[in-house]
């Protein structure tokens, strides 16, 4: 079976076992959202055998059409467990660094996973679905500050980002190329013998300046999406963010 063709049945699992999760009684998420756009960002690893149901959130976040706009997960794949016996495919140094950041400006004692940042000022355990809800909802009625607009498509090999925004004095525009819907077979480390799918998994990310970025394309890259957001460099806080899915 293809890689592509196991991703959309695990998919397909993981939302009607996480669908479930995102609700009040019987009130959607999506009901009791403000206007801001909330950003999500999940710090995790395939070899952490607590990230898994992290995972599963995500992709509930990723998959639900009345979320769209409003709530944008963002997951990066931390570099500090593939010592352990499994190197997760899509980690990286940058990504430690990034949470790492989070750690000093929230006076934390270490970095874990799996770890949820949401718009850049509140963090809480990544698997924790009813204190992440919370934490969406609240963020979503926070006031919005600044502007931000993005348009994406594909060129070639390459995707083509149209960026415009203003986030004050202390406001950076962040762009991050995201992949959804990857399947890993991970045959060592805690999650020995299980298939992983991940979703908004990070490509790139870089601070970047109003107009026009190329963004390089791995050709075996393909179901992605472009997030542009607002943050303050002195506090973390995620004031305004949009995303464009780009087609195959």
């Not at 991970?186 to 107009?211: C, F, H, Y």
């Given at each position: 079976m293809k890689a592509r063709t196991i991703a959309t049945a695990a998919v397909a699992t993981m939302l009607a076992a996480a669908a479930?999760?995102?609700t009040s009684g019987a009130e959607p998420l999506a009901s009791r959202l403000g206007t801001t756009p909330v950003v999500v960002e999940l710090f995790a690893s395939q070899g952490c055998s607590s990230c898994p149901p992290a995972d599963?959130?995500?992709t509930a976040l990723a998959h639900d059409q009345s979320l769209r706009g409003k709530v944008i997960p963002i997951a990066y794949h931390v570099d500090y467990w593939d010592h352990l016996g499994w190197r997760d495919p899509f980690s990286s140094r940058l990504w430690t660094q990034r949470q790492m950041i989070y750690v000093r400006q929230m006076h934390l004692n270490s970095a874990y996973t799996p770890q949820a940042i949401v718009s850049g000022r509140k963090e809480l355990v990544g698997?924790?679905?009813?204190?992440?809800e919370s934490a969406i909802v609240e963020a979503?009625?926070?006031?919005?500050?600044?502007?931000?607009?993005?348009?994406?498509?594909?060129?070639?090999?390459?995707i083509i980002a149209d960026v415009h925004g203003a986030g004050g004095a202390t406001g950076d525009i962040v762009l991050a190329l995201i992949e959804?819907?990857?399947?890993?077979?991970?045959?060592?480390?805690?999650?020995?013998?299980?298939?992983?799918?991940?979703?908004?998994?990070?490509?790139?990310?870089?601070?970047?300046?109003?107009?026009?970025?190329k963004?390089?394309?791995?050709?075996?890259?393909?179901?992605?999406?472009?997030?542009?957001?607002?943050?303050?460099r002195e506090t973390l806080a995620i004031t305004n963010a949009v995303s464009k899915e780009v087609d195959h």
């Open positions: 479930t999760r995102f599963e959130l995500i698997s924790r679905a009813g204190a992440l979503s009625h926070a006031q919005p500050f600044g502007t931000i607009a993005l348009e994406a498509k594909r060129e070639g090999k390459s959804y819907d990857v399947a890993t077979p991970v045959k060592a480390g805690e999650n020995e013998g299980r298939t992983i799918v991940n979703d908004a998994i990070v490509r790139s990310l870089q601070q970047v300046r109003p107009g026009r970025i963004l390089n394309v791995d050709p075996s890259w393909q179901h992605l999406a472009v997030v542009a957001f607002l943050q303050d």
